[in-house]
């Protein structure tokens, strides 16, 4: 299943990248629910958390550490970090990905 992502991963599509290695890519949302609000989602197709398996252990963690580098670099102290797994839960691309947020105070409860 090709997704929007996908093209953004093969460059078919542009995108604010904010960071890129051989396990993921990093860009600024296109739709922003925050004044900072960014995605990181790895090269490999997972749908979402829930595809995810043991042998993802190591990518996930990667996931989480480079949004916080950029979190670092942009100089944001407090955020909230997303993950939606399936359509009731919001995710409307399907292919795991993890937003960040800050630079506003954040509501809870969320949704």
Wanted: charged letters at 20%.
């Amino acid at each position: 299943n090709t997704t929007i992502f996908t093209k953004i991963i093969n460059g078919e599509i542009p995108c604010e990248k904010l960071h890129e290695d051989e396990i993921c890519i990093a860009f600024n949302d296109i739709a922003p629910q925050a004044p900072i609000h960014y995605l990181v989602i790895p090269k490999k197709p997972i749908i979402n958390l829930l595809s995810c398996q043991d042998e993802d252990r190591d990518l996930l963690g990667h996931l989480l550490l480079v949004g916080k580098g950029i979190a670092i670099k942009k100089g944001i102290k407090d955020l909230r970090t997303i993950i939606n797994n399936g359509e009731e839960a919001g995710q409307t691309v399907f292919h795991l990905h993890i937003h960040f947020l800050g630079g506003r105070s954040m509501q809870w409860p969320p949704g």
